[in-house]
């Protein structure tokens, strides 16, 4: 039974250990069921794990706070700051660690009203707390320092005089390199030039190496050396004109700044058209290459080997039916197959007292047993099989109500549902509208199978001429975007121009193709 | 933090605050106006000094109220109300003492002193107020620190575009990793001579521009006396019965208190009324729209503005609605004011913060601008930064413009106080500290090297 149990399962996909764990927690129910002699059955229930009716709450105080030892008292304690050249002394509150309190003070348990009252009456019997944890904040930037000689060998400028460049000097270590504030409280004396940010940092720059130069030729450095000194490259033009931009994009007039936005979602949009253009490309490239040759054709250079061939492309043929060979996926025959429902379903319910098509049998009329995706004429082996069957002629047909079906599907239908409409989203949407500006029922009243045909024909055609309107609106909406750009590009800037002919170039392009 | 028990003082044209370092609010909050009452016994001051809330709004015979932030003593010098003109210095301390010594019950020379300043404080000044510091107060050890920096703190920013509308000045500074700069600072100066909105008013040059409190006081004080209202304050009336009649007022009920109270005092109280007026009355214009140069005939508007009515104390009720915002405006626009200013129209605050940033260098623009952190107790009107922000970002449409407040009123008022506060319980500070062995050593001229 249990080998059955397995198979079950097996075909059902259930893992076999996934319903293991469930036994577990059935034994342990049944030996907490064991009770103690001398307690009834039903008290025995409402022990455990059951949670209590009502939440109990204990109206009392707080727990007192259960201290470990003796309590640690804060004390007011002088400090000096070691980062301090004189001999300031301040007070802060340091909390004492009980130790170093009971040493201090052998009774205990009076230590919080003598140590208060220590405090406050006599505090400078206290040393002096030497360390103090905010002086290691104190950090100062080590800024290069040259010598009379190194100065007098490598750095005289004539744009700089000693006394500027020692002021200089002495700012940058004053404001630990920050250029901003540098820049802003720089105001040397004798000084009648006008120094900007870059002029100083170029000076500074400068200065620093031609000393690294002079102490260490470049050759010589360290890793580290050279790493610095190629960092301290500055370039004054460079700078100026970066800034200059910088200036420039903070200052964009609010025109200038849609048209910016503008040209990149044009951009973005030639972008995302020129994928599609490649993913159409691609998908034209497969149309081409089926069937694509893989392996060798010598198995099949022996009439017999054609023959095979000839059998499995027949057999693969039938299975793929109307499976679009451009895409392998499998996602083109599902589209193909659902419009069809999608569109026949809302005119299925209402049209229930409309004739409907009987699934005639075999020997009345005849079923198309096959199909290919262009199934245009009769194939060879069709003829074959219809040689044998006497043929009607069309007055004959329409007389005998004899009709032609690609494979009749079983079961009653509404021929509606058979309607081959076109399949687009747009379509669907819009064609109500079309249909009573025409005047048609959207639900045809008598649907017999002309009446349909018809419909069908005049349904390709709507969409037809709605694609074309479509096309005919976008390429207006192009026409006027390229001319608008074109008057915009007029006014601006060369390189604006040569941008938006680029533009323009490249979105022509895919226009074309379509 | 690290506290070790400094004091923090910041004084303002207004108020001065002080307090303990490491609190969140300063302690107190004293009105730096005093009254003086003539008395030959006392000739130091030229009479009896009256100093705290309660004393300078008690009705005495002769007393007069005074600034010393504008006044000489017993002169008429033209001298600018703001920490520039501060010239008054023997009641500046008696301020100072009052608030440590009488409000906070300290003594002053246990504590270390933080003192906060504005940026445009001159070198004589803060000289003498190391002064003051360390010979009258003999205080341990002292600092003084730029106002702005202490703003930017208290909103936890090292880098920001500070803009401080406080009572007599609306100041904008950069502050660079807590250094201020000074080439992109722009100053707007409150001048007046005395207490005495009617009698002078001296406007000058572009630097120079009232736009902050005290201006909107002037503007609202001319807005009312051109309606024709009664600024009778609460203190001299004894009864009042409503009306909104303005052309046929009932009779006003005067207390007697046996003597006129001195003008100033009178001005003095009207400005409480109207620093409620502007509390709860006052609007921002912040619509997408400019202000309608003709209020009685505003246009189309959007949005209609709200009806507020207002009674003042000696009863007349009425209705305002734009003329709410006129006074404001002129904070913007000061060519809208209603009382026209003498000399050269100064530039709108909006316009001042792009001259500031045009002034700074490129690189660090964006991030100010990002970085705008407002505060001043004017600050609060109703829909200020709206407008403000409105403003800027039609100026600067590229770059993000982000306008930091905060939305508590302590903080926004006592923000300089908090800074400094924040600044004088930090650990690494205490290095800063100038002792007063090093003041011994070098004499006032210490603060110059020290605090930069």
């Given at each position: ?25 059935l ?30 709450v ?6 007192k706070p259960?201290?470990?030892?003796p ?24 909390r ?12 205990p ?6 140590d ?6 006599a ?15 104190n ?7 040259y ?61 620093c ?8 030729p ?47 979602a ?7 058209s ?28 022996g009439?017999q ?50 004739i ?46 004899v009709s ?48 349909c ?11 037809a ?11 207006d ?15 601006r800037a ?21 | 933090?690290e ?8 004084p303002?044209t207004n ?11 300063p ?24 100093i ?19 006044d ?36 002053v020379?246990e ?77 707007l ?42 600024m ?30 001195h ?14 007026f ?8 912040a619509e ?43 904070l913007?626009?000061?060519s ?7 000399g ?54 590229g ?45 006032s001229?210490?603060?110059?090297r020290?605090?930069?």
């Open positions: 039974m249990s080998g059955a149990v397995a198979d079950v399962r097996d075909v059902l996909g259930i893992d076999a250990t996934a319903l293991e764990p469930r036994q577990p927690p034994k342990k129910q049944r030996t907490v069921e064991k009770r103690p002699d001398g307690i009834t059955r039903e008290l025995y229930a409402l022990l455990g794990e059951n949670a209590p009716p009502v939440a109990v204990e109206h009392r105080f707080k727990d259960k201290f470990v030892g309590v640690a008292p804060w004390r007011e304690q002088r400090f000096r700051n070691p980062a301090r050249a004189d001999a300031l002394e301040l007070r802060h509150w340091v004492q660690n009980p130790g170093q309190q009971q040493q201090q003070q052998p009774a348990d009076d230590a919080m009203d003598t208060a009252a220590d405090a406050a009456v505090p400078p019997a206290d040393p002096p707390q030497l360390d103090y944890q905010f002086a290691k904040f950090i100062k930037m080590t800024i290069l320092q010598t009379d000689a190194e100065y007098d060998a490598v750095l005289r400028d004539d744009d700089w005089s000693r006394a500027e460049t020692d002021y200089l000097f002495k700012l940058i270590q004053e404001h630990d390199l920050r250029w901003v504030i540098i820049a802003d409280r720089y105001e040397f004396p004798g000084g009648s030039k006008d120094r900007s940010m870059e002029d100083m940092k170029a000076r500074y720059y400068s200065v190496r031609n000393v690294m130069e002079m102490r260490t470049v050759s010589m450095m360290s890793a580290e050396e050279s790493q610095l000194y190629h960092a301290m490259h500055y370039n004054k033009e460079q700078e100026v004109e970066r800034k200059r931009i910088v200036q420039m994009q903070l200052y964009r007039t609010p025109a200038e700044i849609e048209h910016e936005q503008h040209l990149i044009e951009l973005r949009r030639i972008h995302d020129h994928q599609q253009l490649l993913e159409e490309r691609e998908e034209l490239f497969n149309r081409l290459d089926y069937p694509q040759s893989t392996g060798s054709i010598a198995a099949y250079q009439s080997g054609l023959a095979t061939l000839a059998t499995t492309i027949m057999n693969s043929d039938k299975n793929k039916k109307r499976k679009s060979i451009a895409a392998p996926s499998g996602q083109p025959e599902k589209d193909d197959v659902k419009p069809v429902a999608t569109a026949a379903s809302p005119t299925a319910p209402s049209r229930a007292g409309s409907i098509e009987p699934a005639r049998g075999g020997g009345h009329g005849h079923q198309r047993t096959e199909s290919t995706a262009s199934a245009t004429g009769p194939t060879p082996l069709k003829d074959k099989n219809k040689s044998n069957i006497k043929q009607l002629s069309k007055a004959e047909e329409t007389t005998y109500n032609h079906h690609d494979k009749l599907q079983p079961g009653v239908f509404f021929r509606t549902m058979k309607m081959n409409l076109p399949k687009a989203n747009s379509f669907m949407t819009k064609s109500p509208a079309v249909m009573a500006e025409l005047g048609i029922a959207l639900n045809l009243t008598m649907p017999t199978a002309k009446t045909g018809k419909y069908e024909q005049l349904a390709k055609e709507i969409a001429l709605m694609e074309l309107r479509k096309q005919i609106e976008k390429v909406q192009e026409t006027r975007v390229f001319k608008a750009q074109e008057g915009m590009a007029e006014s060369k390189r604006s121009a040569s941008v938006l002919s680029d533009v323009s170039r490249s979105s022509k392009r895919p226009k074309k193709e379509k | 933090m506290a070790i028990s400094a004091l923090v003082l910041d303002g108020t001065t605050r002080c307090g303990f370092a490491g609190e969140d609010t302690k107190t909050c004293v009105p730096t106006y005093y009254g003086i009452v003539p008395d030959p016994e006392t000739p130091k001051y030229f009479g009896s000094l009256k705290g809330e309660n004393a300078v709004s008690s009705v005495i015979d002769g007393m007069e109220i005074r600034n010393p932030m504008n000489g003593i017993g002169t008429s010098q033209l001298v600018h109300i703001s920490w520039a003109g501060l010239e008054n210095w023997e009641v500046t301390t008696e301020i100072w003492r009052h608030c440590i010594e009488y409000k906070l019950s300290s003594r020379e504590h270390p002193l933080l003192v906060t300043e504005p940026i445009w404080n001159p070198l004589k000044n803060r000289e003498r107020t190391t002064e003051i510091v360390f010979e009258d107060f003999n205080v341990p050890a002292y600092f003084l620190v730029k106002s702005a920096v202490c703003e930017s703190f208290a909103n936890s920013k090292p880098s920001s575009l500070v803009i401080d509308v406080g009572h007599a000045n609306t100041s904008v500074t950069p502050v660079v990793d807590g250094i201020p700069l000074r080439k992109g600072r722009i100053h100066l409150q001048s007046r001579v005395s207490y005495r909105p009617f009698s002078h008013n001296l406007y000058t040059g572009s630097e120079r521009t009232p736009l902050a409190g005290l201006h909107l006081t002037t503007q609202l004080r001319h807005q009312f006396s051109e309606m024709g209202i009664r009778t304050p609460w203190l001299m009336l004894k009864s009042k019965t409503t009306y909104t009649d303005l052309t046929n007022p009932p009779q006003l009920r005067l207390r007697d208190y046996g003597f006129q109270p003008q100033s005092f009178i001005e003095y109280q009207q400005d409480r009324f109207i620093h409620e502007k509390e709860s009355m006052s609007e921002t214009w997408p729209r400019s202000f309608p140069a003709d209020i009685n005939n505003p246009g189309d508007m959007l949005r209609p503005m709200a009806e507020k009515s207002y009674e003042f104390p000696d009863g007349y009720q009425r209705r305002f609605m734009l003329d709410r915002c006129v006074a404001t405006e002129s913007f626009n000061p809208l004011s209603p009382k026209p200013f003498t050269d129209t100064p530039k709108g605050i909006a316009e001042m913060i792009k001259d500031s940033v045009d002034h700074l260098d490129a690189d660090i623009r964006a991030n100010m601008l990002s970085n705008i952190v407002v505060v001043g107790a004017t600050s609060l009107l109703y829909r200020f930064n709206e407008r403000l922000s409105q403003d800027l970002v039609a100026m600067f449409p770059p993000r413009v982000k306008l930091q407040s905060s939305g508590q009123t302590p903080e926004r008022k006592y923000s300089a106080w908090l800074g400094g506060s924040i600044l004088a319980s930090c650990g690494a500070f205490h290095q800063l500290w100038i002792s007063k062995q090093e003041y011994d050593e070098i004499g001229n210490i603060i110059e020290r605090a930069k």
